[in-house]
């Protein structure tokens, strides 16, 4: 009892209790709507797209905490370095659709060789996740990434998400609307700071990164639709 209560003042397992907590309950939660098997994938797919933040901030030496799960939000990883430079920012954003799209092509694959429905809807499940998470609006990862390029590209974002909610009306789609508002309204007003001070060669590794993951995406997507529904 000693060594597990030195270990949780520590906090070293206080992060891995509170990830996996959070994970069951997620999981518990979802099982009520989808199932329990296609709860568990969802959480995993989700898991997979944070461990793609968390490498990435471990790798730029960044202080993180472990990720946190909240059903039907999803879940976030907590960088205590909040003064990062753009650059930084834009690549541990990007980080997670990259690996998390990566966790989707794996179903992707394993459905093709397998043929199970089951693992048609975990592809196109990750697949939409990750490109969701890649409209152009802070909080999501894609306006943490444009950023870099120009925060007028959170205009953009906005109809964006509106079209989303009209095609899936949802209660965290509402709420990622209000916490970009004001930059949104900034940006409109030209109200913005200045424009961060990025490499040129920088600035187009992102510019073509970002194009490319989104489009991979959607292909993708539209792909594992079309099989979903012929099948």
């Excluded at 709507?33 to 797919?45: E, H, I, M, N």
């Excluded at 490498?55 to 205590?80: D, Q």
């Excluded at 690996?99 to 592809?123: K, S």
């Excluded at 998470?133 to 205009?155: E, T």
Aim: glycine share 10%; charged share 15%.
């Amino acid at each position: 009892m000693k060594a597990l209560l030195a270990l949780l003042a520590l906090g070293k397992l206080g992060k891995v209790l509170t990830t996996a907590g959070t994970m069951l309950l997620s999981v518990a939660v979802y099982a009520t709507t989808y199932g329990w098997r296609f709860a568990v994938g969802l959480v995993a797919l989700i898991f997979v797209h944070e461990m793609g933040h968390f490498m990435a901030a471990r790798g730029r030496g960044l202080a993180v905490g472990a990720p946190v799960f909240i059903p039907f939000v999803g879940a976030w990883i907590s960088l205590k370095d909040s003064h990062m430079d753009a650059e930084t920012e834009a690549h541990v954003a990007m980080a997670g659709p990259v690996v998390g799209t990566a966790g989707a092509f794996a179903c992707y694959l394993w459905a093709i060789e397998t043929r199970e429905p089951f693992w048609w809807a975990m592809a196109y499940t990750g697949f939409l996740i990750n490109l969701f998470n890649l409209i152009p609006l802070k909080p999501l990862d894609g306006g943490r990434v444009v950023g870099v390029l120009s925060p007028k590209m959170w205009l953009i974002g906005m109809p964006l998400l509106g079209a989303v909610f009209l095609w899936r009306p949802s209660p965290l789609i509402l709420l990622v609307a209000l916490m970009a508002a004001p930059e949104v309204i900034a940006a409109w007003r030209g109200t913005l700071p200045a424009r961060p001070v990025v490499a040129p060669d920088v600035r187009l590794r992102f510019a073509v990164g970002y194009a490319a993951l989104v489009a991979v995406l959607a292909v993708l997507a539209l792909d594992v639709h079309e099989r979903m529904h012929a099948a």
